[in-house]
Antibody, heavy 121, light 110 residues
Framework: EEQLLESGGGLVQSGGSLRLSCAASGFSFSSFAINWVRQAPGKGLEWVSGVTGSGAATYYADSVKGRFTISRDNYRNIVYLQMDSLRAEDTAIFYC??????????????WGQGTMVAVSS | QSALTQPPSASGSPGQSVTISCTGTSRDVGGYNYVSWYQQHPGRAPKLIIYEVNKRPSGVPDRFSGSKSGSTASLTVSGLQAEDEADYYCNSYAGSRSLVFGGGTKLTVL
């Protein structure tokens, strides 16, 4: 069974840092892009960042560019999201999600259960 | 990266059909055939129900269908069932490997 499991969320002060992890199992990890999508309490989904299967290319939403860094370890089957200079508006559940195919764009067929990040101002 | 526009709510009675729209621009929905739809029940992670405008992943009932005209994509749920009550989100590729989501539509089965 294809699975993703996030960890690393928590409560942090404004300006602080957190590193989220997304551990994958059940599929050929290096063949698929992995993305992070967040959802503020009671709000909609927002795409945050993505990394290609090889890790050679990374992509960010304008709202996090320069503050967040995505990376992956294809030996350990883990994707990371380093979040620096956190703001109150970053408070959200963060999901990692797998692209459905190697050619798809934004079609996420496997999602983790999410990890909560709360930033106090 | 402006959010795609979805109606905040939609409703229908069991057995009826309902269509949810997702409006973008030529830089996202209108420019690419990479529109996806997700269903999200409260407290749960989203579930992919439509990808590449009108394709269904295996296991998704054919009651769910997608289409696109210009810069507006649509999700139609036919034969509404109680378990279809959920939030629905569209997303679209927006070039340069960026993505944009819609604001979400709460579907109520009356």
């Amino acid at each position: 069974e294809e699975q993703l499991l996030e960890s690393g969320g928590g409560l942090v002060q404004s300006g602080g840092s957190l590193r989220l992890s997304c551990a994958a199992s059940g599929f050929s990890f290096s063949s698929f892009a992995i993305n992070w999508v967040r959802q503020a309490p009671g709000k909609g989904l927002e795409w945050v960042s993505g990394v290609t299967g090889s890790g050679a290319a990374t992509y960010y939403a304008d709202s996090v560019k320069g503050r967040f860094t995505i990376s992956r370890d294809n030996y350990r089957n883990i994707v990371y999201l380093q979040m620096d200079s956190l703001r109150a508006e970053d408070t959200a559940i963060f999901y990692c999600a797998k692209e459905y195919t190697s050619l798809s764009r934004g079609s996420f067929d496997v999602w983790g259960q999410g990890t909560m990040v709360a930033v106090s101002s | 990266q402006s959010a795609l526009t979805q109606p905040p709510s939609a409703s229908g009675s069991p057995g009826q059909s309902v269509t949810i729209s997702c409006t973008g621009t030529s830089r996202d929905v209108g420019g690419y055939n990479y529109v996806s739809w997700y269903q999200q029940h409260p407290g749960r992670a989203p579930k992919l129900i439509i990808y590449e405008v009108n394709k269904r992943p295996s296991g998704v009932p054919d009651r769910f269908s997608g289409s696109k005209s210009g810069s507006t994509a649509s999700l139609t749920v036919s034969g509404l069932q109680a378990e279809d009550e959920a939030d629905y989100y569209c997303n679209s590729y927006a070039g340069s490997r960026s993505l944009v989501f819609g604001g979400g539509t709460k579907l109520t089965v009356l």
